[in-house]
């Protein structure tokens, strides 16, 4: 599996961002990726670095206009295309990923779960957590989660995605310089990675909103821990990798950690 992670600075407006978005899933197909991915919020304003005043800022349903292009292009492309928006259903609203097969089929959304709420990241006063655990959702390009920005920290997520026999978990983010230390965002996914025996792809956005310098940085990471691909931290760019899946099955964590787990002690650790 080619994957291609799609860095990009908001262009203006949703609509020249989508448009050169959709210029930038070209470039993937181009250069032979199977699956391509956008960072958090990748067509719109981070509507949470500010607190919410009165309404709530334009948000779509999915399906809806955003996610019929993306769907257009991924049938022209065939290619599988995990993006990410604010998404409206009824009265609630969602930071959520829809996952598009090679088809354009819409093979289902996750939605984030765990929602924080610091200076820059008022979250909780934009989206309402997703109801429903994450997924690995089978595509032409082989198995994908994803696992949303701040459920990247939840060790039960990726767990859960292991536990489903994700190939690669996509992590869609809005991440900022000196958000976190030096490294540890990195560290954090390539340990995941290791522990529970997948390839991980973090995207990121990048460019400056306000207040908020967008760290880019985006990477892969092989099911060992080892950084396959990284991106730069000021600029635009496609970054691929190519994910071996058929050496899923002999690393560590499927070969030793995932076979030995125990399961029976687990209602004293979770009451």
């Known amino acids: 599996m080619l994957i291609a992670l799609i860095q990009q600075h908001l262009a203006g407006s949703r609509e020249a961002t989508l448009e050169r978005g959709l210029a930038r899933l070209e470039r993937a197909a ?21 607190p919410r005043s009165g309404e709530h800022p334009p948000a779509e349903t999915i399906p809806g206009p955003t996610t019929d292009r ?6 022209e492309l065939g290619m599988v295309v995990v993006a990410n928006l604010y998404e409206r259903d009824g009265d609630r609203h969602y930071d959520a990923s829809p996952v598009l097969d090679a088809d354009g ?19 909780q006063q934009y989206y309402d957590p997703g109801e429903h655990g994450p997924r690995v959702y089978e595509t032409r390009a082989g198995r994908v989660g994803v696992a949303i920005c701040y459920d990247r920290h939840y060790p039960e997520v990726l767990r859960k995605l292991a536990l489903e026999r994700a190939d690669v978990v996509v992590v869609p983010q809005a ?8 490294g540890l965002v990195e560290a954090e996914l390539r340990v995941a990675a290791f522990q529970n025996g997948f390839f991980a792809a973090l ?4 460019g400056v909103e306000g207040d908020l310098h967008w760290s880019g940085g985006s990477f892969v ?27 899923l099955e002999g690393c560590t964590a499927r070969r030793l950690f995932l076979r030995h787990r ?9 009451p």
């Open 30 to 50: 181009h250069l032979g990726a199977d699956l391509a991915c956008f960072s958090e919020l990748a067509f719109e304003p981070f509507y949470p670095r500010l």
């Open 70 to 75: 993306l769907a257009k292009k991924a049938r």
């Open 105 to 123: 089929s819409l093979l289902g959304v996750t939605r984030m779960l765990h929602i924080t709420e610091y200076e820059g990241f008022h979250e």
């Open 175 to 182: 991440g900022t310089v000196g958000e976190w230390p030096a």
């Open 203 to 206: 995207c990121n956005r990048v």
């Open 221 to 247: 990471t092989d099911p060992e821990g080892l950084i396959l691909a990284r991106a730069a931290t000021d600029t635009d760019e496609v970054l691929v990798a190519d994910l071996d899946l058929g050496r």
């Open 262 to 270: 125990r399961t029976d002690w687990l209602r004293e650790a979770y």
